[in-house]
DNA sequence: ATACCTGCAAAGTCTTTGCAATCAA
DNA sequence: TTGATTGCAAAGACTTTGCAGGTAT
């Protein structure tokens, strides 16, 4: 693929030669709109909650434009690729964790917002069993609040 | 208010009365659409899951056609009020439920059906504490599963 | 070479809203 | 009477898709 001339990426902690080893771990080609989407979404090292309206202005601020239509794909594809997680709230709009590994959180029903919550709350709990014919794809726990 | 004519209705174990006593219970005006769609969502006496344009569709298929603006309008009052609780799956769209309780589902992402889990699951839980400034609203267990 | 990806604009889906008419209290 | 509720159609928010051109392998 072309260099990227992306410098939002090239200053932040995992270099587009990281980004693009992340995606071809991940099985994913490593096009320029997914570089610069993987940069923006793991560049920090901190684990965020992003939408895809969110992830599109900051492409824009970066000087990276990616278009919105790619946004929703791209994210839909880091999630099938287990690199991203979904996380349904009250479904006004869909947010995106760079943390796929199994976790909780706060909702704040006022201001919209997710907080991780460190511990695994979970970690005791014993399943009723499956109803037949299904398999287990995951838990999610929501924990609302209001401020 | 002027008298229900849905035959629907009639013939269920949840009289119009008793769903006019519901909504005056719960603080809201016995409109007859409001009559309609509580003897619709409540009159079998077993706690489902619906969507709007489920619901929608029920009141066509009784004789007693709601907008479907109005039955948002009411899943929304209702859920407020507390006769009706939200559950959100992967938001391709939102199920009301008719058991307001606290209790966890079974969401298969193939079929995209919700079934109940009879026991409480967190009844054991304990939560960690709650960003300052906030007062829990409620918990929400998924367990997603794919048949 | 070939299958996949992108951007754009258009379409789609689900839900909410403006407004005049109607209704419950 | 009076504020709440309804239905309709239109608008809105969010997301997906068709297609022509571009790209990774």
């Known amino acids: 693929m072309a260099d990227q ?4 990426c090239a ?5 587009n030669e990281r980004a693009i080893a992340m995606l071809e771990k991940a099985g994913l080609r490593a096009t320029a709109p997914r ?4 940069c923006l979404l793991f560049c ?5 909650h992003i939408t895809a309206e969110e992830l599109y202005e900051q492409s824009i601020e970066a000087d990276c434009r990616v278009s919105l239509a790619t946004v929703y794909n791209t994210l839909r594809a880091f999630t099938a690729a287990g690199i991203l997680r979904q996380v349904n709230t009250d479904c006004s709009r869909v947010y995106f964790d760079t943390d796929p590994n199994e976790h909780h959180h706060f909702y ?12 695994n709350l979970l970690k005791d709990l014993k399943l009723p069993p499956l109803p037949d014919g299904t ?5 999610d726990l929501l924990v609302r609040i209001s401020s």
Chains 1, 2 share one sequence.
């Open 44 to 48: 920090d090292e901190s684990h965020n």
């Open 35 to 38: 570089v610069i989407l993987t």
């Open 135 to 139: 398999e287990l794809k995951g838990v």
């Open 108 to 119: 704040d029903e006022k201001t919209g917002k997710l907080i991780n919550i460190g511990e």
């Open 11 to 15: 200053t932040r902690t995992v270099s």
């Open 5 to 8: 001339k992306c410098m939002t």
